[in-house]
């Protein structure tokens, strides 16, 4: 375990002395205090909630901290976005129940429960458990959802990425009984007989020093877009199975404006290890995170930063130094590719899945769409598997014909648009919540997305370009939840009406973007795009993309770090 630094935050400080992430969360949240305090709501983030209260209220009212209306986001930990008919059932009557009432698939194949009232949190908490889900480290400085490509094709690739997130999942999960005592059955559990109180052998009394992102993908599908994770594992496939992964390490897209030191960063090789050794190579990494991470500046403390100060040849020393296994060089696998699974697709067992698109990933009744409401019939009626894709979408499997057929007569019914009805760009667009609940948002996104997306729809048809794919991300502040560093066009939220907007990425998520211009207008977004956009239609090159346009005539063409302050695209 790391010996306790010379300098370290608040939030460090309140996890070392918290007894392994209790503190006085009972004792608060048995009691009348409408919220928690900052050193207890930093805890309950590792428990699956973040407190937070509606900011549009407090614009419009001017009201101050003390007439503040709290509630929670609680988010479901799923790795790989694997759920069943019933478990995804349980979560929508838990939400319309306890909460906001609406589901919302987040750009990690979770699930987030919006506006839980201090009230409802421990049943909210509770019910979700009964489903045999978990929120334990779906939020805090642990290793979050584990991400993997979410095609339910039944070969063994595919069954085996699944089934190492879950190994991964269970083997670095957080071990403290806290989270059963505070929101389970209310009582201490007493360790076993012989068996130490030291109950997080490997997170220690302080956990990371933040948040820790895995992802497992195959060559054909980077769907999850490896080289943004802490730590990815890309399959390497011989004779029909996964023989082992090229590891990559030190991705992350969070930075802060006017910050230098912090950057959007893709993961760089770190070598290739047998299938058997994927699981120790990611507590390896996690370990060197642990012990090596930036615990005084929380701005400056993810692994990307570790890997850009030491450079990767000391990284790797250091990794093999803890391996009992042979780090091996990389395996060429070529460039990763990127697959849209909306519609009907075989399964290769027979059956069918059908991917659904989901706007933003709030699965809500409105304005004549009634999405939660018609995905709960077929769901209940079907029985099918139910995956959440990181583009926010949701596949449902093991489908025979009739059941495809039946899918497609109630979308008709609930007013849902098909899949092959939805745009191009609609397909492929993500946002974050951001304004009003996230207390890190500066900015609109998930609100304005669709009205943005409606003048992009008008102009690439205009240009003649609707059907060639084209990524819009929204985020409503830098930290970059909804990956806009690694699309087409990603708009990030720079103050209350204001984006900076970047461009030069691609679907295959490999790349990172340029910054075009700073601060724009809400409404100057399209109108400051229009000439670039113009210029791609006259002068692409045949299926060539606006981002591989972007960087052939502008840019370098080389993956790079995007750093806060920098020179604009266009300049």
């Given at each position: 375990?790391?010996?306790?630094?010379?300098?370290?935050?608040?939030?460090?400080?309140?996890?070392?002395?918290?007894?392994?992430?209790?503190?006085?969360?009972?004792?608060?949240?048995?009691?009348?205090?409408?919220?928690?305090?900052?050193?207890?709501?930093?805890?309950?983030?590792?428990?699956?909630?973040?407190?937070?209260?509606?900011?549009?209220?407090?614009?419009?009212?001017?009201?101050?901290?003390?007439?503040?209306?709290?509630?929670?986001?609680?988010?479901?930990?799923?790795?790989?976005?694997?759920?069943?008919?019933?478990?995804?059932?349980?979560?929508?009557?838990?939400?319309?129940?306890?909460?906001?009432?609406?589901?919302?698939?987040?750009?990690?194949?979770?699930?987030?429960?919006?506006?839980?009232?201090?009230?409802?949190?421990?049943?909210?908490?509770?019910?979700?458990?009964?489903?045999?889900?978990?929120?334990?480290?779906?939020?805090?400085?642990?290793?979050?959802?584990?991400?993997?490509?979410?095609?339910?094709?039944?070969?063994?690739?595919?069954?085996?990425?699944?089934?190492?997130?879950?190994?991964?999942?269970?083997?670095?999960?957080?071990?403290?009984?806290?989270?059963?005592?505070?929101?389970?059955?209310?009582?201490?559990?007493?360790?076993?007989?012989?068996?130490?109180?030291?109950?997080?052998?490997?997170?220690?009394?302080?956990?990371?020093?933040?948040?820790?992102?895995?992802?497992?993908?195959?060559?054909?599908?980077?769907?999850?877009?490896?080289?943004?994770?802490?730590?990815?594992?890309?399959?390497?496939?011989?004779?029909?199975?996964?023989?082992?992964?090229?590891?990559?390490?030190?991705?992350?897209?969070?930075?802060?404006?006017?910050?230098?030191?912090?950057?959007?960063?893709?993961?760089?090789?770190?070598?290739?290890?047998?299938?058997?050794?994927?699981?120790?190579?990611?507590?390896?990494?996690?370990?060197?995170?642990?012990?090596?991470?930036?615990?005084?500046?929380?701005?400056h403390a993810r692994l990307k930063y570790v890997v850009e100060k030491w450079g990767m040849d000391a990284f790797r020393a250091e990794f093999q130094r803890s391996a009992e296994f042979e780090l091996q060089p990389s395996i060429d696998l070529g460039p990763l590719a990127y697959k849209d699974y909306s519609g009907v697709h075989p399964q290769g067992d027979g059956r069918h899945f059908?991917?659904?698109?989901?706007?933003?990933?709030?699965?809500?009744?409105?304005?004549?769409?009634?999405?939660?409401?018609?995905?709960?019939?077929?769901?209940?009626?079907?029985?099918?598997?139910v995956i959440l894709t990181p583009a926010q979408n949701v596949i449902l499997s093991d489908l025979t014909p009739d059941g495809v057929r039946h899918i497609e007569q109630r979308l008709d019914e609930f007013g849902i648009p098909r899949p092959d009805r939805v745009s191009v760009l609609r397909r492929h667009a993500l946002a974050c919540p951001a304004l009003p609940t996230c207390g890190l948002a500066i900015s609109e996104a998930e609100r304005i997305m669709p009205a943005v997306l409606d003048e992009f729809e008008s102009e690439l048809l205009r240009l003649g370009l609707a059907d060639v794919p084209f990524t819009v991300r929204m985020t409503g502040c830098p930290n970059g939840c909804s990956r806009p560093y690694t699309a087409d066009v990603g708009l990030v939220g720079r103050a209350v009406g204001y984006y900076d907007i970047f461009v030069g990425g691609r679907l295959a998520g490999d790349r990172l973007v340029d910054l075009y211009s700073e601060k724009v207008p809400t409404a100057q977004i399209l109108p400051t795009l229009r000439p670039l956009l113009t210029e791609w239609r006259d002068q692409r090159r045949p299926d060539e993309g606006f981002g591989d346009f972007c960087q052939r005539v502008h840019g370098t063409g080389v993956p790079k770090t995007i750093l806060t302050g920098g020179k604009q695209f266009h300049e």
């Open positions: 375990m790391p010996d306790k630094p010379e300098k370290e935050s608040k939030v460090e400080q309140a996890k070392r002395e918290s007894n392994h992430l209790r503190g006085t969360v009972a004792a608060t949240l048995a009691g009348d205090a409408k919220c928690f305090s900052g050193d207890e709501a930093n805890l309950v983030k590792f428990h699956g909630a973040y407190q937070q209260y509606d900011r549009d209220a407090r614009r419009a009212g001017g009201t101050g901290k003390a007439d503040r209306e709290y509630f929670f986001m609680v988010r479901v930990k799923i790795p790989g976005g694997v759920l069943t008919a019933n478990q995804y059932l349980a979560l929508d009557g838990i939400a319309r129940e306890l909460s906001g009432g609406t589901l919302r698939i987040t750009s990690r194949q979770d699930i987030q429960l919006h506006g839980v009232p201090k009230g409802n949190l421990k049943t909210t908490i509770a019910g979700i458990n009964r489903a045999l889900l978990t929120t334990l480290a779906a939020c805090g400085d642990a290793v979050r959802n584990v991400m993997v490509c979410p095609a339910p094709i039944a070969d063994e690739p595919h069954r085996q990425i699944r089934e190492l997130a879950f190994r991964i999942t269970r083997e670095l999960l957080p071990g403290t009984r806290a989270y059963h005592e505070i929101w389970l059955n209310g009582e201490k559990i007493e360790p076993p007989a012989g068996k130490p109180h030291d109950e997080e052998p490997f997170y220690g009394d302080v956990y990371l020093p933040r948040k820790f992102k895995v992802g497992v993908t195959l060559p054909e599908d980077n769907s999850i877009d490896v080289f943004t994770q802490d730590i990815g594992l890309i399959g390497v496939v011989r004779e029909g199975a996964v023989r082992g992964y090229n590891v990559v390490v030190g991705g992350g897209l969070g930075m802060t404006h006017g910050k230098a030191d912090t950057f959007a960063r893709l993961a760089t090789p770190l070598g290739y290890v047998d299938a058997a050794y994927a699981v120790e190579a990611v507590r390896i990494v996690a370990a060197v995170f642990r012990d090596h991470g930036d615990r005084a500046d929380r701005r059908y991917g659904l698109v989901i706007e933003n990933g709030r699965i809500h009744d409105s304005d004549g769409r009634r999405v939660q409401s018609g995905l709960r019939a077929v769901i209940d009626q079907l029985r099918p598997g």
